[in-house]
């Protein structure tokens, strides 16, 4: 959700944004699973608005130590390559979207999904439901999301976010993990700004031959410098 959740939004002035960003996190946190520890990456999103039709995609590319949990190649690093079409039909914003995970949370395998969201911002918070289908991978044989988030402006620099999702493995049948991130943008420039922020995820489930195997409740902590042109 790692990579979905980074894209730009487009504009009415059907010009392409960009936006370009680094990040530091104590752990990499996948769905409520553990994949490693000291994890920095760098995405660079490009986003197009075409008669109302928000087309985007970018590229998140990381690298992290080995987590314990996972006993596989032992890869330490993933690039993941993502695209997504989608337009507000009023009642809901609804979305379809193409995901190449390449060497998926250092498990040394790659992995394939698109996923399909509906969304709607009702005021007091931005609410979505996704589905990811597994086209290919490991340990990923659907999974949906429902989540939400809001966002408080409490000066021209300062905006406090937070954000929630609970996570379910559709054909096991068993919820992943409850997780809830705060985060503080600051405007330090026009075009720039610093975000900590700190995550909590509640583990749910450990199901055997899942993603989920061996998960337990985490805390992370870190920081995301992001600069839009």
């Known amino acids: 959700m790692a990579a979905a959740s ?90 379809v979207g193409y995901i190449y995970y390449w060497n998926l949370g250092g498990l040394g395998e790659d992995a394939q999904e698109v996923p399909f969201t509906i969304s709607r911002d009702f005021g007091w918070a931005n609410i979505y439901l996704t589905y990811f289908w597994s086209v290919d991978g490991p340990n990923n044989d659907g999974y949906m999301e429902l989540g939400g988030s809001h966002s408080w402006e409490l000066n021209p620099c300062l905006t406090l976010n937070l954000s929630s999702n609970l996570g379910y493995l559709v054909e096991e049948g068993d919820f992943t993990a409850l997780t809830t991130k705060l985060s503080l943008d600051w405007g330090f420039a026009e075009h720039a700004k610093v975000s900590p922020f700190v995550s909590q995820s509640f583990s749910l489930s450990d199901s055997n031959g899942t993603i989920t195997q061996g998960a337990d409740n985490e805390w992370v902590a870190g920081s995301m410098l992001s600069v839009s042109f």
């Open 6 to 95: 980074a894209l730009v939004a487009g504009n009415a002035q059907a010009e392409v944004e960009y936006q370009l960003s680094a990040e530091y996190a104590s752990m990499y946190l996948f769905r409520g699973a553990d994949l490693g520890d000291n994890l920095t990456d760098v995405t660079l999103d490009a986003a197009y608005d075409w008669n109302g039709v928000k087309i985007s995609g970018g590229v998140w590319a990381s690298a992290f130590e080995h987590s314990p949990v996972n006993t596989g190649n032992q890869v330490d690093n993933e690039v993941d390559w993502y695209a997504e079409i989608g337009k507000d039909f009023g009642f809901a914003n609804l979305s």
